[in-house]
């Protein structure tokens, strides 16, 4: 079963990163009209190559932290990107996987290696809500207006790791 791409949110050209081949082919299954990577230097390549609308990517890939400087190449590109990774103790091994869209996670109770997984994964950027819209938005006026987006790389890696504020100060 093949997703169809909601035209509204102008996400025709997808790149989807990920160093794993079970993982690029259930997303296949569920996004074959997508172009696939499997490392953040090949992502980067074609970032440059090629105007995206959305960028799924892997965290760890070449280093711990790749998946970062294809969400960094993504945002200067005026691409969505999302970061979809294994959470948890065994990281590759494990089945929960969590979804950035660089503030706020979602998390998936299948693997990466699940097409559920993909399908859901691009249904929620489809349907985007509260903070989740307002991160597109900001891209799509980003885009609109052609200013190009510069990034520390310092600013890009605490903002993703920065946990969302807890009531209570936890």
């Known amino acids: 079963m093949t997703v169809e791409i909601n035209r509204k949110m102008n996400l025709e050209?997808?790149?989807?990163?990920?160093?794993?081949?079970?993982?690029?082919?259930?997303?296949r299954m569920v996004m074959p009209q997508a172009d696939f990577a499997r490392s953040a230097a090949e992502a980067i390549e074609l970032l440059g190559k090629k105007g995206y609308d959305l960028v799924l990517t892997d965290m760890q890939m070449e280093t711990l932290t790749a998946g970062l400087s294809v969400v960094k190449e993504a945002l200067v590109k005026n691409a969505i990107p999302y970061v979809l990774t294994h959470t948890g103790p065994a990281h590759h091994g494990a089945s929960t996987v969590e979804m950035k869209p660089y503030c706020g996670g979602i998390y998936f109770t299948n693997g990466k290696a699940n097409a559920e997984t993909w399908r859901e994964a691009l249904r929620r950027v489809?349907?985007?809500?509260?903070a989740h819209l307002m991160y597109h938005q900001v891209i799509r006026r980003i885009k609109e207006r052609g200013h190009p987006v510069v990034l520390d790389d310092v600013v890009i890696t605490a903002i993703y790791f920065a946990r969302p504020y807890q009531a209570g100060g936890k």
């Open 13 to 27: 050209k997808i790149l989807i990163v990920d160093d794993r081949d079970e993982n690029l082919e259930a997303a």
């Open 126 to 130: 489809e349907n985007a809500e509260g």
